[in-house]
């Protein structure tokens, strides 16, 4: 299982880009990463995910390196509301099961 | 809403006492996932099912603990003899196939008194 390591805390203004760091030297070769967010007292909420290739969706951008032992998630205009504990996390085409670490309070402010 | 749903939201119980949680995924999600969550931790990962099938126990989850999904539909997971550290958020998450994303219900925030 991977093991994922993430800033514990990243702040960001709001209106800018939010670019969130997370290494994954130990993923293997078909784990996928995914990244997640999380706000108190509410389940985690899936934002995205990739394989090799940098991937784009209507919440965010995921970047991976191309040795796969890194991934950037980005916010591009970053809003009060994504305030929140983001996890960048791991799973394998087998169980699928998650490792979670403990992931990047980020906080957007004025 | 579609999502998965769990019930109850809190559990407030007594130690030494027997409580049950229910998740209901999303629909036609083959792939059940149940994980625990302590405060300013990420969630833990306790089990899993494929259909009806349990195929994996995380070494977390001791002998008084059971999951069942029967029909492959909702599931239930048992905590039995309650003690101080079952205190926690439980998480449970559903997926269609092992490398599609998990998408997890609010959980259930199990307290001990």
């Known amino acids: 299982d991977a093991k994922t390591t993430q800033p514990p805390s990243m702040d960001c203004a709001e209106g800018r880009a939010a670019n969130l760091p997370c290494n994954h030297s130990?993923?293997?070769?078909?784990?996928?990463v995914y990244w997640y967010r999380q706000i108190h007292s509410q389940g985690p909420q899936y934002i995205i995910h990739g394989l090799k290739n940098n991937e784009t969706n209507e919440m965010a951008s995921l970047i991976i390196t191309e040795d796969r032992k890194s991934s950037t998630l980005i916010l591009p205009h970053a809003t009060l509301r994504d305030t929140a504990v983001y996890y960048c996390t791991a799973g394998g085409t087998s169980n699928g099961k998650l490792t979670f670490g403990q992931g990047t309070i980020l906080t957007v402010h004025p | 809403d579609t999502g998965v749903s769990q019930n109850p939201r809190h559990k407030i119980t007594k130690r030494g006492q027997n409580v049950t949680f229910r998740c209901d995924p999303i629909s036609e999600h083959n792939r059940l996932y149940w994980y625990r969550q302590t405060l300013g931790q990420g969630p833990e990962f306790l089990t899993y099912?494929?259909?009806?099938?349990?195929?994996?126990k995380s070494r977390l989850l001791s002998d008084r603990f059971s999951a069942e999904r029967p029909k492959g539909s909702f599931s239930t997971l048992e905590i039995q003899r309650t003690e101080q550290g079952d205190s926690a958020m439980y998480l449970c998450?559903?997926?269609?196939?092992?490398?599609?994303?998990?998408?997890f219900g609010d959980g259930t925030r199990l307290s001990i008194l």
């Open positions: 998450a559903s997926s269609l196939v092992a490398n599609q994303p998990q998408h």
């Open positions: 130990t993923i293997s070769g078909n784990e996928y």
């Open positions: 099912f494929q259909n009806e099938a349990q195929l994996e």
